[in-house]
């Protein structure tokens, strides 16, 4: 019998050994086949979508979507995929609402439109328009679970990126009736759907974060599992993109957004972001487009003050903005030099503390660019002098002293201290 | 006389409605309506010219690599920067791959099902089947060839993922070039994966819809609409900037045109539920917010016009403009333009993976942005011409303007009245069963609507919360 154990460990290793599939042959198939009722019903809905999840769906490798149809669940609406249009397709929605209330898994792509229900309209019925507001809401209430797939359902996404037109917000802020789990990315990867959805049908309700990710797939930061550390450690920084090389410097946002890309990798491990020498703009962060994600070819990310200012965080510090200005992004480009980001990011139960007052905010952000300006000057001052060095030590022709030049040879040694690596 | 609407019009992306006319029979009226809104443009405001590329890709799940393509060279544009060799051709194998992986999913998953029964296991299959031709044994084959098209068309996006970064929704293409380099893995993974693809379109997909335009000859005759094409050319040529494989081209009523010019776009919101200027705007110049109530307003789409007149975009389009099919105009036609297109791509692309010079650079970087700036890129997507403008102010995005395909093919009327390439191809579609006018659904997916791409449009900061 397949154990949850043992699924959780192909879930978290199945980048670095073996594939779902691998599981999926024949064990997960067996499990599957045993449960009473058969293969559970999904309601598939879209808010303000771009239909990239249901694409990225089908993009699965290990299983295929083939299977996970065959298979795993019994997708009976779905906006893009569906064979039924029209009144026929509302009415399989509705009687799969009303027969298999409290069973049926709801899957929701793209976010919701508070401000404009207007804004998408899911159907039609007796001549009334049908908001997704609405129906997404009704149909989470009859749901067992809901499964938010995509920045957009379980954030708010790039629908929702400022001045967010549509006052789009993520389905858990909405859905309060019903227990709703995230899986964030733009677009979310398809293990990380299927395994979602595996693990809720043969197990129950997945570990989650405090952002209601499941931990299995978002327990680590793509810094930290990232092919290129050892760059950073040793301080080779792309100067752009397309080069080789850390791409912090170049505005990675590998250190703020928690998923395992970096092993994983996507379209059946062929390539990911940072292997094509492009930084990882954050696409699975809690707000992403913003919130210290963009620019996404920038270290120093915008903030963005209401109503409809955009500003740096170097200019924050100049006393122009207020208390709200202060997102992850302040808090990032600060911490991540001073080494509080392993402290505080790394560990997804120890939340960074919202400042009370202005301030405290202003304070907390002045002092973190301080800290920061300083540690690149010295960073660069230490690579210079280390240049140097060496160069005489060459020219002198000396005997070159183990344990000194070694100690020289890592500049970030500060940095390595500081985050216990 | 009855008027129905078709409302969720399934298998398309994004949501969308569909109201038409009866009269004996005939579809004498046709109304599009766009029912999906995000205000992309408005997002973008403010921020880094070079977060184009990503965030204009969001808009469309299917098709993001186009978006990748048209925003980049958009920023080219402004920036006044060439792209090395390498990168050139990197975006085409890039947009070429994707378009397979489009045109694969569009017939087998969104256009095919209209013409054979469902299979066991297919998503929301419970339908009353009507209007279905084809013998048990024929239609047994397309539906293993529908199970089969779910596995085969990820092949595509691993293509596409092999020089992309990821798909979809890529990350390698940047202003200046591609950050991928050319190595010979990929290369290799390439060809590979082109290979099977390549099979698949010969062995299937080929002979299914010859199969399906056998049975449903009559679709031949169906849906023909204004007869006017537009292509802004696709998969630019190194050596010449303005040549490309698939040429750009103009047609009105199936004569051809004289030379494109990007001044003679213009947009309409007369019917769109926007409040602005009316009449014909520049894209540029066209500022409206939205206005959900507006009377006589029935879409969220705004309505493109090229010198006053509406044009249909699309593979049909682009090979009848490179004269590779010129069977027709109609569903038929539409649907077989497409599968044809997709072999010409799956060869050409083949030639072009052996232009890549290994080790050479495929980006041009550039450090420093300009002060201000304004740029256009022109590229054909999967569903027909895409158009990015871009204002930059302050080395800031301070306007951004997208007419996507979609917004060509689906469009509301316009202030002259003028209906969309679409409402006129649904005039005059034969409808058996007014209850189920399946007919409708086939005519309107042979456009592979997008409702995702076509509405995306907001300016005027915040003004809508006023009204």
Known sequence: MLTRRRFLQFCLH?????????????????????????????????????????????????????????????????????????????????????THRDQFILVVEGGIPMDMPEAVII?????????????????????????????????????????????TKGVWQVVQKKPVINVPGCPAHPDWMVGTLVHTILYGLPRIDHYRRPTMFFGQLIHDICPRRFHFYNGKFAQSPGMAGCLLKVGCKGP?????????????????????????????APDFPDGGTSPFFSLSPDVNIPPGIK???????????????????????????????????????????????????????????????????????????????????????LPLKRRSILSLLNPLRFLRKKNKL | MPRIRLNPLSRIHGYMSIEVEINHGTVTDAWSSGILYRGFESILKGRSPHDAVYLTQRICGICSSAHAIAAALTLENAFKIDVPHNGKVIRNLILGADLIQNHLRHLYLLAIPDYISAPKNAPGGIRSELDLRLPKALETRIQENYLKALETSSLAHQAVAAFGGKAPHLQSIVAGGVTEHVLTDRIVRFQALLGKLAKFVNDSLLPDLEDIARYYGDYYQIGKGYGNFLSYGMFPLDSDEQKKHFAAGLLVDGEAQEIFDTEKISLDIRHAWYQGKEGPQKPLAQASSPAPGKEEAYSWIKAPRYANKAFEGGPLARMWLTGIYKNGISVMDRLMARAIETREIAIQLNNWLHELIPDQPTINWLEQLPLSAEGVGLTEAMRGPLAHWV?????????????????????????????????????GTPVANANNPVEVGRVVRSFDPCISCAVHVLDKKNAWRVI
């Open chain 1, 14 to 98: 199945s980048a670095a050994s073996v594939s779902l599939a691998q599981l999926l042959q024949p064990e997960l198939a067996a499990a599957l086949r045993l449960l009473p009722g058969g293969k559970p019903p999904v309601i598939w809905l879209e808010g303000t979508s771009c239909t990239g999840d249901t694409i990225s769906l089908d993009n699965s490798a290990d299983p295929s979507l083939r299977i996970v149809l065959e298979e795993i669940i019994d997708l009976r609406f779905s906006p893009l995929l569906m064979w039924a249009q029209d009144q026929e397709a509302l009415d399989i929605l509705f009687a799969t609402m009303e």
């Open chain 1, 123 to 167: 159907g039609e019925q007796n001549g009334v328009r049908l908001n997704a507001k609405q129906l997404i809401t009704d149909a989470a209430e009859a749901a067992r679970v809901v499964v938010a797939v995509g920045n957009c359902a379980a954030f708010g996404g790039p629908s929702k990126g400022n001045p967010n037109p549509t006052g």
């Open chain 1, 256 to 284: 703020i957004t928690h998923a395992d890309c970096s092993t994983r990798k996507f379209n059946d491990g062929v390539n990911w972001c940072i292997n094509a020498n492009n930084p990882c703009i954050g696409c699975a």
């Open chain 1, 311 to 397: 500003t740096t965080a170097m200019t924050v510090a100049k006393g122009v903005g207020a208390a709200t200005a202060l997102g992850i992004g302040a808090h990032f480009t600060a911490s991540l030099l001073t080494g509080r980001l392993g402290e505080s990011l790394t560990a997804s139960e120890e939340l960074p503390v919202t400042p009370q007052t202005c301030e405290q905010a202003l304070g907390a952000i002045k002092e973190d660019l301080l800290a920061e300006n300083e540690l690149i000057t010295r960073l660069e001052e230490g690579q210079r002098k280390l240049r140097r060095d060496v160069r005489q030590l060459r020219q002198a022709n």
């Open chain 2, 391 to 427: 204002r930059i102010e302050n080395r800031r995005i301070d306007a951004y303007r997208i007419i996507t395909p979609s917004a060509w093919n689906l469009s509301p009327r316009d202030s002259a009245g003028q209906r969309g390439p679409l409402e006129e191809a649904l005039v």
